[in-house]
């Protein structure tokens, strides 16, 4: 009986994928934000933003699209609590901060959404080719 015919596992199967996207994402931010901390005294806050980045890239390329939109979010919260200036905190210096965060999260929903739709239209082209 495949997954198709039997819709409790199928549905038992979706659940563990989307936790190990949810584990995923998690793990990525963890890994960022341990380099990003560790760099952010000797180089640029640029530096850390581009860690976050790719970061939120990894998980766009990696994940539902769903996972990858709310890392994306995290993932701009965390580049701001730990390498903005008034480290650990959420509170920004100036207007430049807030410019920073905004650009980075447009980035990394365009990033995320556009990388879900290339994975979309590869499945779809799959399957039509199964088809034929």
């Not at 990525?28 to 901390?37: D, E, F, G, S």
């Not at 990858?68 to 207007?95: G, W």
Request: net charge positive; proline share 2%; glycine share 4%.
């Amino acid at each position: 009986m495949s997954s198709a015919d039997n819709p409790q596992r199928s549905y038992g199967s979706e659940r563990r994928g989307e936790l190990l996207d949810v584990l995923t994402s998690i793990v990525v931010i963890a890994l960022c934000t341990v380099l990003a901390v560790a760099v952010r005294d000797e180089s640029a806050q640029t530096n850390s933003a581009i860690i976050y980045m790719l970061g939120v890239l990894a998980v766009a390329v990696r994940c539902r699209r769903r996972v990858a939109i709310v890392n994306a979010f995290l993932s701009v919260l965390a580049f701001h609590y730990f390498c903005v200036p008034h480290f650990d905190s959420l509170r920004l210096k100036d207007n430049d901060d807030l410019l920073t965060l905004i650009g980075m999260l447009l980035v990394a929903l365009v990033t995320s959404t556009q990388t879900a739709k290339i994975r979309n239209q590869a499945r779809l082209a799959l399957e039509r080719e199964r088809r034929t």
